[in-house]
Every structure is written in C-alpha cells, then in structure tokens.
C-alpha cells in the first residue's frame, strides 16, 4: 500500500498541479490512494454494465475483499469519459467508438479495458415514413439531429461522404438522444441519426423508415475504458469487471427474452423493443488489440479532417489494459 500523504505535502502537490496545468491526470491518482469504493460510469444503452448494477454482480465479488460499488447514469458518452478523464468515475460502461476519439483529443488519459465485437446494424439513419428522403444524397440541405461524439456522428459523415457529400452540406443539430426523437417526432428536423435502444424505440413506437445503417461503413465497437491512475493500482478490480462482462455478455445471446425482461422496466421500455435491440448488438466483449484500432484511426483521422477535433489523434500511442494470467 502506497504511504499516506499528508495535508501539506497534499496542498503542495495540488499547488504544482495548478500552476502545471496538469490536474486532469494527477487529481485522479491522489484520490485513487485515499478510496476504497468503485465508481462505474454507465449510459442507457450499457447493457451488459445494467446488467451487472441490476443482479449486485460486481458487489458480490468485490464486498469480500473491501471494495464497495457506486453507479453514475450518463445521458451520453462524452460526459461519461469527462467525468472519468477528471476522476469522478473511475470506469466507463462501453461507450461508442467515436467517444474515445474526442476524449484523447482533448488530452485525457484513458486506459482501454475491452471492446464488444462490431455491431454494424445497432445504429442507423431514420426519416418520417412519408419523407420525401430516399437515399443520403437527398440530406444535401436538411436539418439532422445527432448526437455529438456519439457512434452515429461518424456514420452520418462516413454516409455523407460515401454519397458524395460533405459534413457542411447538411444542417447538424446536436441533440441528446431524448431530445433528438423528441425534434424528429415533432418534424423539427428531416432526419436522425441514432443507435439502440433509442433506434429499436422509434420503430416500435413511430411510423419510421430506415434510410441506412453501418453495414459495410461503420462497424460501431463499443469501448469499456478506465482512468489510467485506476488502472494501473487495480489491476485485481479490472479482471474482475473483464470476467463478469464476458459472463454477462454470453448470457443475453444465449437468453435474449430473459435478458429483455431484466432491461425492461430498468430502461423504461417494453421488453419487445429491448429484445429488438439487443439482437441487434454482438455484445462480444474481448480485450483490445493494436490491430483492432484500425478503425479508430481512422474515426480520428475524419473528425480531425472536418475540424470537430483540435489535434491528430495517434491510435499507437493508446494505453491497453492486459487481463492477468
């Protein structure tokens, strides 16, 4: 166990953080010494993290050996990992691809946990039924909501570029999931980007067409990630949470109306539409590899290209967690 810091030395080392400019990775490390409780970060649509919070999963392994469990509820994915780049969570249930990308341009120190295998179909761009919009090339000059960061961010400019146009040849509108249908549903906007459980909702519950989704453009794997301070002092915890995903994970392919009937009323939807968009997720999780990142290069390489992110992003330089032996 590492010694105690004292309130002096305590105050001098915040004082140099302060004047370094370098709190966001050294204020998680202080802290990390002086708690003994786990603080998960988590959306709506983590279903495996929900399932974990919903049967006391974690709790039950990690009471035992003196670390208690807190669980914090994210409207979307870019606050989850600012909370945890400045250390108010020290886990982050799996967030979208795209999310890690605008984390690491902004400076954050992030350890990679786990991914879920490609979920391709678990995101899509939907109209009105009636909407005169057939294809992407008729978006040129429409107004559509997305959610900023999110997986659907980037397959909006990886559809739009594959159509033959660019980011500024439509109207964004940045809108939280909840917001985003609550504009498409009032026709405050021609179209929405969005991934499940929000896609399986409006087409369950409106009259929608889907116009396309990531098949053959945006594999969409989601990302677990860890404060790296958290990381490197608990190594134990991680493996734990890794096991208990991978568990969780095989679970809901192998019993997806039992699943639905757990999500439910957690997520305040009918169990048909979770089982809908649980079919839709591969909910695979497997550790990160180099070669894997491939695709998150080339996530950072486009957002940098349309200027939605200040800096180059350089996938090598990305910190991977290794399960222990």
Same mark, same amino acid.
């Given at each position: ?17 302060? $004047?370094? +400019?370098?709190?966001?990775? =050294?204020?998680? @490390?202080?802290?990390? #010494?002086?708690? &003994?409780?786990?603080? !998960? ?107 900023? $960061?999110? +997986?659907?961010?980037?397959? =909006?400019?990886? @559809?739009?570029?594959? #159509?033959?146009? &660019?980011?500024?040849? !439509? ?155």
């Amino acid at each position: 166990m590492p010694p105690m810091t004292s309130p002096v030395r305590r105050r001098q080392i915040l004082g140099i953080v302060a $004047a370094t +400019g370098i709190s966001v990775c =050294l204020a998680p @490390l202080v802290r990390a #010494s002086e708690t &003994k409780t786990l603080r !998960i970060g988590y959306q709506k649509s983590s279903t495996l993290i929900t399932l974990l919070k919903t049967w006391g999963t974690l709790e039950k392994r990690l009471t035992p050996v003196g670390i208690t469990v807190s669980w914090h509820e994210f409207t979307s994915g870019l606050p989850l990992l600012e909370a945890l780049n400045v250390g108010s969570v020290d886990v982050s249930a799996d967030v979208a691809d795209t999310v890690p990308v605008f984390a690491l341009a902004a400076g954050a120190r992030l350890t990679y946990l786990a991914q879920e295998a490609p979920s391709p179909t678990a995101q899509a761009l939907v109209v009105q039924a009636g909407s005169p919009i057939r294809s992407v090339a008729d978006l040129k000059g429409k107004r559509v909501a997305v959610t900023k $960061a999110a +997986g659907s961010h980037y397959l =909006l400019i990886a @559809l739009l570029e594959q #159509s033959g146009l &660019k980011f500024k040849d !439509i109207e964004p509108a940045y809108l939280s999931p909840a917001d985003g249908r609550a504009a498409f549903e009032r026709g405050a906007v021609d179209a929405w980007v969005t991934w499940d459980p929000f896609l399986a909702g409006v087409q369950r519950q409106s009259q929608v067409r889907i116009v396309s989704d990531g098949r053959n453009i945006a594999d969409y794997q989601r990302y677990y990630l860890v404060s790296t301070p958290y990381a490197q002092a608990n190594p134990q915890v991680l493996n734990i949470i890794f096991d208990e995903l991978k568990k969780a994970g095989v679970w809901v392919k192998r019993n997806p109306k039992e699943a639905a009937g757990l999500l439910a009323p957690v997520w305040g939807l009918d169990a048909a539409t979770v089982e809908l968009a649980n079919s839709r997720r591969s909910c695979d999780v497997r550790t990160v590899t180099a070669a894997a990142l491939a695709e998150q290069q080339k996530i950072a390489d486009t957002f940098f290209g349309e200027g939605l992110v200040p800096k180059k992003v350089n996938t090598t330089e990305i910190i991977i967690w290794k399960p222990a032996l």
